[in-house]
């Protein structure tokens, strides 16, 4: 088992290691696990963790949504599609996957998404981005702003999580205090928590990754 103290010095080692890029890196962890049976649908993971200290990067958020709500999202600065948008995606795969690449999180007013399912689930269904319904008279400012700080753990064809715990530019304790949260989720979800994870690897995005665990 791992704590917050036993990250930091490992995530000074990783952003040293790293020369500086022209971009702003994440800094991504990825979870070996062990005893997972992926043909066993009940040990398949799909959880979205909100992490402490945020992401350190804005991510693209895209809603579904039609009237107060459409006009609520697109104030928070989320990309919006509309009903007839919808449509016009699903005569056009092209754009729909260049909306599926373009986007982190997608969210769906709960009453478009048999809609949303048809013209975009075999888009965002593999990527992992399926949308999230939202209740009808849901504060979507809420949702999208919790977006900036959440990652999705998924776990699917091999036993290994990779995940952002957040950018280069945060503290380190900051980075720690999300990777413990990441672990913590994600223990939870095991039928026998830290036992079942084999390794752990910390890196930035183009940097050489260190082996925490």
């Known amino acids: 088992m791992l704590t917050k103290e036993d990250l930091i010095e490992p995530i000074k080692k990783v952003v040293e290691y790293s020369p500086p890029r022209r971009f702003l890196e994440s800094v991504d962890m990825s979870i ?29 958020v895209c809603v579904i ?26 005569e ?11 986007h982190d999180f997608f969210y769906a007013q709960a009453d478009l998404m048999p809609d949303v399912g048809r013209v975009l689930g075999p888009v965002l269904g593999p990527r992992g ?12 400012k809420q949702f999208i702003e919790r977006a900036h700080r959440t990652v ?8 290994v999580v990779h995940t952002v715990i ?3 530019n945060m ?5 720690a205090e999300n990777a413990m949260r990441v672990l913590k989720e ?6 026998k928590s830290w036992s079942q994870i084999d390794s752990i690897y910390i890196s930035t995005t183009m940097g050489p990754s260190v082996r925490v665990y």
Do not use: F
């Open 171 to 175: 503290p380190p304790e900051h980075l």
């Open 129 to 140: 981005k399926m949308a999230r319904p939202v209740p009808p008279n849901a504060d979507i």
């Open 92 to 102: 056009n795969r092209r754009e729909a996957k260049k909306l599926a690449r373009r």
């Open 32 to 60: 070996n696990l062990t005893g997972i049976d992926l043909s066993d649908p009940s040990q398949r993971i799909d959880k979205d963790v909100v992490l402490p200290h945020g992401r350190g990067k804005p991510v693209k």
């Open 166 to 168: 957040g950018a280069r």
């Open 186 to 191: 994600l223990t939870d979800e095991l039928d």
């Open 65 to 90: 949504a039609e009237g107060a709500m459409a006009k609520e999202a697109e104030e928070a600065g989320a990309t919006v599609i509309r009903p007839d948008d919808l449509e016009e995606l699903a």
């Open 152 to 159: 999705r753990l998924r776990l699917r064809d091999q036993p």
